[in-house]
C-alpha cells in the first residue's frame, strides 16, 4: 500500500480504493508540477505581476519568457513546466540539470522568474507555463524561426 498523501491517512472503504491508489506523494508532486493539481487551496495574496506572452525567437539565439508576481513569500515556489512533454523545467531558480541551455533570471526581491533559453533549438519550441501552487497557471507558446537569406 502507497504511504499517505503528506500524512493524511486514506479514506476507507470501495469507493475511495481508486483515490488512496492514485494520491501517493510522488503523484501529488508530479500532478502540481504540471499545473493540473493544487496543493495549496490559496496563495494568499500572490498575484501575478508579468504573465508569459507567446515569443517568437531565431534559431540560435537566446528567448526569455517573462514571469513575475508580486507578494511572494519565501514558502512559494514558482515552476516553469514544459507542456509537451509534461515536464518540470525549473522550481524556485533550481533547474533540472537535463536543460543546461535554460536558466531562470531576474531580481528575486522583484519576484521575477524569467525562463531564459540559450542557443534556441527547434526542440526548443512549444508551449511553457508559469506557475505557484494556489494561482492560474500562465502559459505561452515559443515559436522558433529558422533565418534564410535568398541572397546568399
Not at 526569455?64 to 525549473?90: G, K
Not at 522583484?110 to 533549438?121: A, P, T
Amino acid at each position: 500500500m502507497s504511504e499517505p498523501v503528506f500524512g493524511v491517512p486514506y479514506r476507507h472503504g470501495p469507493a475511495a480504493s481508486i483515490t488512496n491508489k492514485m494520491l501517493t506523494n510522488k503523484n501529488v508532486f508530479l500532478l502540481a508540477a504540471a499545473g493540473l493539481f493544487t496543493v495549496f487551496p490559496d496563495a494568499s495574496g500572490v498575484s501575478y505581476n508579468a504573465v508569459p506572452l507567446p515569443t517568437a525567437v531565431l534559431l540560435g539565439h537566446t528567448a526569455t519568457l517573462h514571469c513575475s508576481f508580486h507578494d511572494l513569500s519565501p514558502d512559494d515556489a514558482v515552476s516553469w513546466v514544459r507542456s509537451s512533454p509534461a515536464r518540470a523545467i525549473t522550481i524556485g531558480r533550481r533547474v533540472d540539470p537535463k536543460y543546461p541551455r535554460y536558466q531562470v533570471v531576474g531580481d528575486v526581491q522583484k519576484g521575477e522568474f524569467n525562463l531564459r533559453i540559450q542557443d534556441v533549438s527547434l526542440e526548443d519550441r512549444g508551449a511553457y507555463t508559469c506557475s505557484i501552487f494556489g494561482l492560474e497557471p500562465k502559459e505561452a507558446m515559443l515559436t522558433v524561426y529558422l533565418f534564410l537569406n535568398p541572397l546568399h
